[in-house]
């Protein structure tokens, strides 16, 4: 079973939507949640990190995390086109935190 | 302006030519780390720098070489590159570990025939 798990989409929703990302985890020592998104030909960025359990919103962005079903989830509302990119879950190991394991990735589609 | 800088952004290569693809930020950054983006796979750790000469391997190091000897750079090495070391390769920066988050570098596609 792979560490982190991520449904690859691709995911296309029309503009003003609602969109869910989603990763499960496997560890329960994880304990810091991240979210990168990469633009096409581009390098992924940071986009919100949580910590241990509950909501964390940023804009129209919220991360939440269910420590208890090894759940995170990416929310963004009113979509826009330009969220059209790749979005990666990402969890530092509990160690030192030295090694970040990504998740495969979903690739999102706002239509106009 | 803060970033990560990688070349050459795209390189096609021979089996068993020595290549060497360099990285370098500008932000002091302690931490450095090589990925390798491949489709279905994501990103796999391949090297990691906690700072200079201190380096450690990540989930898929094998075929790879890294140094670091000065802060600011840390190239990655292919002695001799096979054709299932093709991939998207990304160069990452941190004030100290994952934890903090990654500047990414803008990537280095890599064909090897």
């Known amino acids: 079973q792979k560490e982190v798990e991520q449904d690859p989409g691709p995911l296309s929703v029309p503009e003003g939507a609602i969109v869910s990302l989603n990763c499960t985890y496997s560890?329960?020592?994880?304990?810091?949640f991240m979210w990168y998104r990469q633009y096409s030909r581009k390098g992924p960025e940071l986009l919100m990190y949580t910590y241990s359990s509950g909501n964390k919103e940023d804009g129209r962005f919220t991360a939440q995390v269910d420590k208890s079903s090894k759940y995170i989830s990416l929310f963004i509302r009113d979509s826009q086109p330009s969220d059209s990119a790749t979005y990666l879950c990402a969890i530092p190991d509990s160690g030192g935190y030295q090694k970040v394991t990504f998740g495969t990735g979903t690739k999102l589609q706002v239509i106009p | 302006e803060a970033q990560v800088t990688q070349n050459p952004r795209y390189l096609i290569t021979v089996t068993g030519k020595k290549l060497t693809v360099t990285c370098s930020q500008n932000m002091n950054h302690e931490y450095m780390s090589w990925y390798r983006q491949d489709p279905g796979l994501g990103l796999r750790q391949i090297y990691y720098?906690?700072?200079?000469?201190?380096?450690d391997k990540g989930d898929v190091p094998e075929g790879y070489k890294v140094s670091r000897k000065e802060k600011r750079n840390f190239p990655l090495i292919l002695e001799s590159p096979s054709p299932n070391q093709t991939s998207l390769y990304f160069c990452a920066s941190s004030i100290t570990g994952g934890l903090w988050g990654y500047t990414f570098g803008s990537g280095t596609r890599l064909t090897v025939v």
């Open positions: 560890n329960s020592a994880f304990q810091y």
């Open positions: 720098s906690m700072n200079v000469e201190v380096t």
